[in-house]
């Protein structure tokens, strides 16, 4: 079975600055996807950014990027110029091309300092 | 934009009582899906469906049952509801490519006494 891991449960960032948080997986298949979700405070989740494990170009989008390293299973999201409103919980997922099982792992908050 | 409306914001039920959780989306989605939302355990996968009438446990479906009687129309059941089953319920829906996001409704914060 998949596992989906984030061993930080909470980071803190300076505004202006750049995280980074961590992910890690395990699977025995090969062709899978990986998205990176943010639930900002009582509200409503959405997507921050998705990779297919067959492409070796990390995805970017706007100021989120991510290091995908599928040797590793290490998928980790970079925050760069943090804002106020990137505080949230962020959740990696998981989906198998299989079975379409899209698994999430624990979160971890973001807090931004001003 | 996609609509994914979960019936209730705020559910207070009895131990015992059979709780039904409806989630409704407005995008044609083929795959629909429940997790519950637990601090220190991110979301976990109930049940979910690919398709109407189909059905596919998740990593914790003990204790819960689904219907998919319409493409929009995903139910969680709790046959017999117990304080264990408190938490946040999130419904989630998306086309069949397995590179299709998901899309999340407001989630259901479920009390059982």
């Known amino acids: 079975a998949q596992t989906v891991t984030q061993s930080q449960p909470e980071m803190s960032v300076q505004e202006a600055e750049t995280v980074t948080l961590s992910c890690t997986y395990d699977t025995s298949e090969s062709d899978y996807y990986l998205f990176w979700y943010k639930q900002p405070p009582s509200r409503q989740m959405i997507l921050v950014i998705r990779?297919?494990?067959?492409?070796?170009q990390n995805a970017t989008e706007n100021r989120f990027s991510v290091n995908f390293q599928k040797a590793a299973k290490s998928f980790s999201l970079k925050i760069s110029d943090s804002q106020l409103g990137d505080a949230a919980m962020y959740f990696c997922?998981?989906?198998?091309?299989?079975?379409?099982?899209?698994?999430f792992g624990q979160g971890t908050t973001l807090q931004v300092k001003p | 934009d996609v609509k994914v409306t979960q019936s209730s914001r705020y559910l207070v039920k009895r131990t015992g009582e059979k709780v039904f959780l409806e989630c409704v989306q407005d995008m044609d989605h083929e795959n629909m899906f429940w997790y519950r939302q637990d601090p220190g355990l991110g979301l976990r996968l109930i049940y979910f469906?690919?398709?109407?009438?189909?059905?596919e446990k998740g990593d914790i479906p003990e204790g819960y049952s689904v219907s998919r009687e319409k493409k929009e129309r995903f139910s969680l059941i709790l046959e017999s509801a117990s304080t264990n089953q408190t938490s946040m319920y999130l419904c989630a829906s998306s086309f069949g490519q397995n590179n299709s996001p998901l899309h999340f409704g407001n989630g259901t914060r479920l009390t059982v006494t």
């Open positions: 997922a998981y989906r198998s091309s299989n079975t379409g099982k899209l698994i």
């Open positions: 990779q297919e494990a067959y492409k070796q």
């Open positions: 469906s690919y398709d109407v009438k189909m059905k």
